[in-house]
């Protein structure tokens, strides 16, 4: 997406209903958008929706949001192997492991 301010809640959570174990957002330093106030809306929305995932059991620490310089790449490569780190400490997510369980019952009913 070309702004953070264009991520919406669903996005977010659709990304885990199709089976992610965790999901980072990278924006524009606070601030510095070139669309104004998008990172701000997107940030909102990543908190809110770290909210919902909370409260459903997935827990709000597999979504995560980071404002990084465009022009930081090692500051980027840096994020993307912490958040790499602590998904695979988190292990599976329950969404992720249930869908699975799901299929496999599905599976089974139709032997």
Known sequence: MPCTGRVDVIHLMEAFQRGADGVYVVG????????????LRGKKRVLYT????DEIGVGGERLEMYNIAA??????SEVAREMDEKIRALG???IKTMLQKIHV???????
Not at 28 to 39: A, D, Q, S, V
Not at 71 to 76: I, L, V
């Open 28 to 39: 524009c330093l606070e601030g510095e958008c070139h669309y104004l106030t998008g990172n």
């Open 50 to 53: 770290k909210q919902l995932l």
């Open 71 to 76: 022009s930081d790449g090692p500051r980027f």
């Open 92 to 94: 599976p997510s329950p």
């Open 105 to 111: 019952d599905d599976l089974s009913i139709h032997v």
